[in-house]
Every structure is written in C-alpha cells, then in structure tokens.
C-alpha cells in the first residue's frame, strides 16, 4: 500500500511531481508486476465482472512513461538503434524461468508477468502491465496489449489482438481467464471479459460494448451499464451479422457484424482444444 499511495500522489502532482522519486517508484512498481505481485487487475467473486481494476497501477505506468527519457537501444544494426524511454526497458529473463521465447523479433516490456511455461512464437510483443498465466501460448503476430490479463493454459492464436485498456485508469482492462482459447486474428477490445474455457472463434471481434447473441440460450447478452461485455464460461463464439431494419439498410441489403454464441463446450470440442497441448 506505501507503493500504491506514493504513486498516486506522484500522478496527482503530474509535471510538478520530483523526477527520481518518481523514476524510482516506477522502477519498483516494474519490478512488483514482473514478479507477478501486483496486478492491474485482480480476480473479485465480489464484483459483477469477478475482477477489480487496481487504477493506481495504470496511474503508476503513466507516470513511469512521463518521468523517462528518449534513449538509444541496441540493435542489429548500429546506425539504426531502438529508440524509448529509458524507464521501459526489455523484461530480462533467463532460462530459470522456464519461458520459451523462439528467436524471431519477439518483445517483452520489463513490467509484464510471464508464468512458469509461458511460450511465445515469433513475431509476438506483451506490453507493460500485462499478466500472462503459466502455460500459455502467445503465437506468431500476437498482442498483449497493457495490462491485458491472460489466464494459465490459455492459447491466444496467430494474430490475435489483446488490447490495452491503460486509459482511463479505472476501466478494466480486456481479461481472459484459464483455458480460454483466442482464435487467429481475433480482436479484443474496451474491456471485454472472456471467462474460463470459453472459444472465440477466428476473426471473431470483441469490444466492451459488443451485443453477443447467445443461440443455444436464446437471448443477447449486453454489457450493463458502465460494465464491459462478459462472455459466459464454456461459450463458443464466431463472427456472424445481422441485418440492418431501419433506415435504408433493407433495401441495401445492409447486415452487421456481430458476435454469436453457436454451443457451449462439449466433449468434442475439448477434444480438439487438447491437440494445442502437443506443441507445449
């Protein structure tokens, strides 16, 4: 908690706020969310969503990114070097970890959790804030995005798009519990909450404010108000439309994306989810 308050005073006092007190608390509020020991958000039974937003470490993140300054970071090639702020450097990790991370242009901003396993294909990059749980997949082209959270034994498929939520403070970021599987370019956005086991099929687009048609169910799920759009655990969602009544969209022909629930996870279903475990 003396963190928490320390970095909420310093983004109270914005520009006017001490520099190295400032660059020092955002050095340890780095170290506190790679060791997995603050969140950006946490699990809640409490709350309608399950989850709670921690504001102050989206405050203590902008305060990190306004106390640093432009430096030069090593690159393959020397007259063309990386450029960032020197208080959001590279995770370091070593083989201890048990994290694969394959040769071919992947990134990790130092302030991320990897759990124990976690594998990462190239080209991928995870933000600062994020939470990535134990054995868990990021493929090729993937986003995670600031202070994403991502469950353990999730698959979070070849260009898929996990976005951050670091503004406002206070709005929940985009969660993905355990043994969710993210289909190959996926978006999701705003806060949107995926609960545990559920499938979000290819090219299927989430915001915090998707209306989710629910099949097997018969109903619509909306988000309530203020709150983010929440899909039920075990769900299997692909894109689908629907059509335009009003205006001149009967006559165009005009339909609408959206998102549908077409089943809940069955025997059939896990079983093609456990061929992912053969590539861990």
């Not at 504001?55 to 030069?72: H, P, S």
């Not at 990462?120 to 202070?147: F, Q, R, T, W």
């Not at 976005?163 to 403070?169: F, I, M, Q, R, S």
């Amino acid at each position: 908690m003396k963190l928490a308050e320390q970095i909420q005073r310093l983004y109270a006092r914005a520009n006017a706020a001490d520099r190295d007190e400032a660059r020092a608390a955002f050095a340890a509020l780095r170290t506190e969310l790679a060791q997995g020991r603050v969140r950006a958000a946490v699990p809640d039974p409490s709350s309608p969503t399950g989850w709670r937003v921690n504001a102050w470490v989206k405050q203590g993140i902008l305060v990190g990114f306004q106390c640093g300054d432009v430096v030069a970071f090593d690159s393959p090639n020397a007259d063309s070097p990386w450029l960032d702020k020197d208080t959001l450097p590279l995770r370091p990790l070593s083989t201890v970890s048990k994290v694969r991370i394959v040769p071919g242009g992947s990134s990790v901003r130092d302030g991320a959790y990897l759990g124990r396993g976690v594998i990462c294909m190239p080209p991928m990059y995870v933000n600062i804030g994020a939470y990535i749980g134990e054995g868990s997949l990021i493929d090729s082209h993937a986003l995670v995005g600031s202070c994403a959270q991502i469950g353990s034994g999730v698959h979070v498929s070849a260009g898929a798009q996990i976005g951050g939520v670091l503004e406002p403070v206070g709005a929940l970021p985009v969660i993905v519990e355990d043994d969710a599987l993210i289909g190959g370019n996926t978006g999701l956005y705003e806060g949107a909450v995926i609960k545990r086991r559920a499938v979000i099929g290819a090219g299927t687009v989430l915001t915090g404010s998707t209306p989710i048609y629910d099949l097997p169910r018969r109903r619509i799920i909306r988000p309530a108000e203020g709150g983010p759009t929440i899909v039920p655990e075990d769900a299997v969602v692909v894109p689908g439309a629907r059509a335009v009544t009003s205006g001149a969209g009967p006559g165009w022909g005009l339909s609408l994306a959206t998102p549908v629930i077409v089943k809940y996870r069955d025997d059939r279903t896990d079983t093609r989810v456990e061929l992912e475990a053969w590539i861990r």
